[in-house]
Nanobody, 126 residues
Framework: QVQLVESGGGLVQAGGSLRLSCAAS????????MAWFRQAPGKEREFVAR????????????SVKGRFTISRDISRDIAKNTLFLQMNSLKPGDTAVYYC???????????????WGQGTQVTVSS
């Protein structure tokens, strides 16, 4: 059974940094696309960044390009797959619940992903 567990969210001032982690278990994810999405109150869930391919061919939303970096640590040990999101130069507009997602074939839409974590709150104060 696939399980995704996010951590690392919190409250930070504008201009600060946070690093999110997503512990993935239940299978080997080396062939899976893994992504970060976010959802602010009253808004739809939106794509943030994606790792695809056997390593991490990274794609980013324009709103985070140059500030956020996605990476992952893929292990043959199914208990040691981790997805990261390093977030720098944070803005109040980045405030949202951030979700980790995984799919065998995953694009830029939330509907592309079958597996989701429970989310972690990121709040950026001005």
């Amino acid at each position: 059974q696939v399980q995704l567990v996010e951590s690392g969210g919190g409250l930070v001032q504008a201009g600060g940094s946070l690093r999110l982690s997503c512990a993935a278990s239940g299978r080997t994810f080396s062939n899976y696309a893994m992504a970060w999405f976010r959802q602010a109150p009253g808004k739809e869930r939106e794509f943030v960044a994606r790792c695809s391919g056997r390593g991490c061919y990274a794609d980013y939303a324009d709103s985070v390009k140059g500030r956020f970096t996605i990476s992952r640590d893929i292990s043959r040990d199914i208990a040691k797959n981790t997805l990261f999101l390093q977030m720098n130069s944070l803005k109040p507009g980045d405030t949202a619940v951030y979700y980790c997602a995984a799919a065998f074939v995953g694009g830029f839409r939330a509907d592309d992903y079958q597996h989701w974590g429970q989310g972690t709150q990121v709040t950026v104060s001005s």
